[in-house]
């Protein structure tokens, strides 16, 4: 599995697949504000990308995978500012 806590931090690690989204969730919504930790993520299936906009968690670190890292990181972080300024 892709996604571990770790310490209250959602960790992604390596390619997530579509699989990984329910258990994204289900942390997440257990404890609303928990940071997800990027710094080791590869790719990231969009599932996984729908959960993170729609929960809009706080993001550490930078994905390895360069398209997660130059497109979907910046998308995701401005979901997460909308959120903040809307909630």
Same mark, same amino acid.
């Given at each position: 599995m892709?996604?571990? *806590?770790e310490r209250g931090v959602v960790h992604l690690v390596g390619d997530c697949v579509v699989e990984d989204a329910e258990a994204l969730i289900d942390l997440l919504q257990a404890a609303p504000g928990r940071a997800v930790d *990027?710094? &080791?993520a590869g790719a990231l299936h969009a599932a996984v990308v729908q959960v993170l *906009? &729609? *929960?809009a968690p706080p993001f550490l670190g930078e994905p390895e $995978? $360069?398209?997660t890292r130059l497109w979907v990181l910046p998308a995701l972080r401005r979901a997460a500012s909308h959120q903040s300024v809307i909630g």
């Open positions: 892709s996604v571990r *806590l *990027l710094g &080791a *906009l &729609a *929960l $995978d $360069d398209f």
